[in-house]
C-alpha cells in the first residue's frame, strides 16, 4: 500500500495526498491500516525464510542481518523497516510521501531503533547499495514500472537480494481488493488500482529487462479458520519474489 517515487510524474499526486491523509494512523492496528499489520507477519516470514536460504548458515541466527544493509522502499511508517533494524541491519526507509516518514522516524526512536528515514524519489537520493532491498505492495502503485525496477536494481548490491509483493491482475483481485475490501472498509477506499496490478509474468519481464532474475511466486491468501497465509499453488489474489542478479 506504500509507494515510492522514481521520476518526478511516477506518482500520481492523489496517491501521495491519499496515504498522507492515512500517515498518523498507521501505526494503529485496528484503524485504516489494519490490514497491512494482518498481512506483516505473513511477509516477514517469508523475508526472514529468504534471508535464510540466500545466505545460508550465516543467516541462521536471531540477527541475520548483522553486518548487512537493508533498505525499504515505499517504506510507509516502518511496518517493515523496524523488524528488520531488530535483525541486526542497517536499515533505511524511503517513501514519497513526507508526512509516512515523520510518524515512521518518531516511532522508531520510542522503539530504541536507529533507522534512517528519506522522503523523496529513490532514483535522486544518493544512498549507495544494499544486500537487502524490498517493496511491499508498492510497484502497483507506480506509473513508470520499468523505470521503479530499474532504479531497485541500482541499490541491489552485488550477491544481494530482494523481495517484492503485490496483487496479480485477476478477476478475483478485483473482486475482493478493489470491489469488496474497500467496500467494506477493510482498505481504505482509492488504495487500489486494478488496471494497475501487475501479473507474475509482467513483473518477471520486467525484472529480466533489468538485469535480475525474478525466483517462483508465491501467493499470500486468506481462508476460514487459517487467515492469511502464504501458498504455493493461488497466486489469484497477490504474491510475493525474491530477485536476484
Known amino acids: 500500500m506504500t509507494k515510492a517515487n522514481v521520476t518526478n510524474e511516477t506518482i500520481r499526486p492523489e496517491e501521495t495526498a491519499h496515504f498522507a491523509a492515512l500517515a498518523q494512523q ?3 492496528a485496528k484503524g ?3 490490514s497491512l499489520h494482518q498481512v506483516n507477519p505473513v511477509r516477514l516470514g517469508f523475508i526472514r525464510d529468504a534471508i535464510d536460504t540466500h545466505w545460508g548458515e550465516e543467516g541462521r541466527t536471531a540477527k541475520p542481518m548483522t553486518n548487512k544493509r537493508a533498505l525499504d522502499v515505499g517504506c510507509g511508517a516502518g511496518l517493515v523497516c523496524e523488524p528488520m533494524a531488530r535483525w541486526g541491519a542497517d536499515v533505511t526507509g524511503v517513501d514519497a510521501t513526507a508526512e509516512n516518514i515523520a510518524v515512521a ?7 530504541g531503533l536507529d533507522i534512517r528515514y528519506l522522503a523523496g524519489e529513490l532514483a535522486s537520493l544518493d544512498i549507495g547499495q544494499f544486500d537487502l532491498v524490498t517493496a511491499l505492495e508498492v510497484i502497483e502503485h507506480v506509473a513508470d ?5 530499474g532504479s531497485l536494481a541500482d541499490r541491489l548490491a552485488s550477491g544481494g537480494l530482494m523481495v ?4 496479480n491482475r485477476t478477476a478475483a483481485s478485483k473482486l ?6 474497500e467496500r467494506v472498509g477493510y482498505v481504505p477506499r482509492g488504495t487500489h488500482h486494478w488496471g494497475d496490478f501487475i501479473t507474475p509474468d509482467e513483473l518477471r519481464l520486467l525484472l529480466s529487462a533489468a538485469g535480475l532474475t525474478m525466483g ?3 501467493g499470500i491468501n486468506w481462508r476460514p479458520g487459517k487467515g492469511l497465509h502464504l501458498s ?6 497477490n504474491y510475493i519474489v525474491t530477485v536476484t542478479r
Open 164 to 167: 517484492l509483493s503485490t496483487p
Open 232 to 237: 504455493n499453488r493461488d497466486l489469484s489474489v
Open 105 to 111: 522516524s518518531t516511532h522508531a526512536v520510542g522503539a
Open 145 to 149: 514500472k520499468p523505470a521503479f525496477i
Open 32 to 34: 485504516p491500516m489494519a
Open 176 to 181: 475482493l481488493l478493489v470491489e469488496m475490501a
Open 26 to 28: 498507521w501505526w494503529d
Open 216 to 218: 517462483d511466486p508465491v
